[in-house]
């Protein structure tokens, strides 16, 4: 029987996985092809990847601080809520608005601050948007205004939204795919203490002054935190730092990262478009961001509700009840310090030998995917039954580590796709969370009102484990399928044919 095939043709080898060093000599050529310049060597001093560990951990340490400040601000008004209800003649629902509009400023902030850190690097836009939240912050309480506090909440979490948006794109410029859970680590070593400290600081401010001093103090906090960022960072973009690099050495740049004024409009339509349409046109971002909005909504809810239940079922004060919050913060400086470490030991053992890819990280996710439920198991009939209050904190630690494991891992596999779009990446996949934070704490009191807190706890457990639970196994076996969906040519992670 005749056949087509050459009789002298061989068959291929099969392609060997590129080592370290074809990696970063791979890099090298895409940044040439990409930005019109490159490193000089992979091991570059001017290149991120290579600073002295030194400056990584204090440039991710500030940034750190200032997201500890946003996050603190979001939750330092939930002990002083029934004082701000009293002296703005509101009801309960409207002071839940005014609490939760926070989150809605979250969710519209990501995609300027995304665009213009990627036009013109991470510092500036830090800065400013730093510089907007101490404004906006400093004038909710002026004047006592329920329509003032509303706008002011909003456009203060626009601005805190940069500690959100760049963070973990800042900590991904500096630090490589299997350094990503040590990296995370030190960002999250200060923000995870914002929902412990936030409601302690409120409600110590509130029981010794006026209320209107807790937005005050975190104003004053933050113009310290961004003076010391004016001073100790740098900028770590890459594509902005070669593009600086290309101008100094006379290179010719390509048309996309030239700075002028005929085509900066173009360019920032392109860029504020880019979210957008990762979110439309990449299935992977959709799941991101659906997994991630129920996870963050989850969380704020328990988050609004959590003084209440100690004030109301166990008849503790307003400073008492807020100390509680500590619980909160214990389990997610567990999840960020010792499951960053294992979340990069998980992925180097598993990518040992061979080429790394996103899929990696699931394995890490699945404790995080089931502790979840069981802890609001445990926190909501703790409370249901009043038995002793440090049952019912255990259960907000074990929610707590689940929470911020699922979170690692998604935001770990994102970066992983998406590199230096990865602020971008993040504005998409976050702005359902914010938008269900925005609208979850606005009913919590009513489903527990009820529910209880054991049937309402349940109801969450149940809808998170129905809709959460199959989906490590299917990011596991078609998570490569699902993020080649979308991409333009399917090669570039951050290319949706802008």
């Not at 049952?391 to 796709?417: H, K, M, N, R």
């Not at 996949?429 to 925005?438: D, E, K, Y």
Request: some cysteine; glycine content about 10%.
């Amino acid at each position: 029987m005749e056949t087509s095939e050459d009789p002298e043709k061989k068959p291929e080898a099969p392609q060997e996985p590129l080592d370290e060093q074809d990696v970063a000599h791979e890099r090298l050529r895409a940044l040439e092809r990409n930005y019109g310049s490159t490193w000089d060597s992979p091991t570059d001093p001017e290149d991120p990847y290579n600073w002295p560990s030194l400056r990584k951990i204090s440039i991710g340490l500030v940034f750190s601080f200032g997201h500890l400040v946003t996050l603190m601000s979001a939750s330092m008004i939930a002990a002083a809520l029934k004082d701000i209800e009293r002296d703005l003649s509101i009801d309960a629902t409207t002071a839940q608005i005014i609490f939760s509009t926070y989150f809605l400023g979250l969710a519209l902030g990501p995609f300027p601050i995304a665009a213009w850190s990627e036009m013109g690097g991470r510092k500036q836009v830090w800065l400013f948007a730093n510089a907007w939240f101490i404004l906006w912050n400093a004038l909710c309480p002026v004047g006592r205004s329920k329509g003032l506090m509303v706008a002011g909440r909003l456009m203060t979490g626009v601005g805190a939204s940069a500690g959100i948006t760049l963070t973990g794109p800042v900590m991904a410029d500096m630090y490589r795919n299997e350094d990503r859970g040590k990296s995370l680590a030190i960002a999250s070593f200060l923000p995870y203490l914002g929902p412990a400290l936030g409601p302690i600081l409120g409600g110590v401010v509130s029981h010794l002054v006026d209320w209107p001093w807790i937005f005050w103090i975190m104003s004053i906090i933050n113009a310290a935190v961004t003076l010391l960022g004016l001073v100790c960072i740098r900028e770590t973009y890459t594509p902005e730092l070669l593009r600086r690099k290309a101008i100094a050495t006379g290179s010719q740049l390509p048309a996309a990262e030239k700075h002028n004024s005929s085509a900066f409009i173009p360019k920032l339509r392109s860029h504020l478009a880019r979210p957008f349409l990762l979110l439309m046109k990449r299935p992977v971002i959709q799941v991101m961001a659906f997994l991630l909005a129920l996870d963050f909504a989850v969380y704020t809810f328990l988050l609004s509700t959590f003084a209440m239940l100690y004030m109301q079922r166990y008849g503790q004060s307003q400073f008492i009840s807020s100390l509680h919050y500590l619980s909160i913060s214990v389990g997610f400086t567990v999840a960020a310090q010792v499951g960053g470490r294992a979340m990069d030991a998980i992925y180097s053992r598993l990518s040992r030998g061979k080429n790394g890819r996103p899929e990696l990280r699931i394995p890490y996710m699945v404790p995080g995917v089931l502790l979840i439920p069981a802890g609001l198991l445990w926190y909501g009939w703790s409370a249901q039954a009043r038995v002793h209050w440090a049952s019912v904190d255990a259960g907000a630690v074990v929610f707590t580590v689940g929470s911020l494991i699922v979170s690692q891992a998604l935001f770990a596999y994102q970066l992983d796709e998406f590199a230096e779009h990865g602020a971008s990446a993040n504005a998409a996949s976050r702005v359902f969370s914010n938008l269900l934070a925005f609208v979850f704490p606005i009913f919590a009191p009513r489903l527990y009102d009820g529910l209880g807190f054991g049937w309402g706890n349940s109801l969450l457990a149940g809808v998170w484990f129905v809709l959460v639970g199959p989906m490590p196994v299917l990011l596991w076996f078609w998570g490569e399928r699902l993020r080649a969906l979308g991409r333009k040519g399917g090669e570039n992670p951050g290319a949706v044919g802008l």
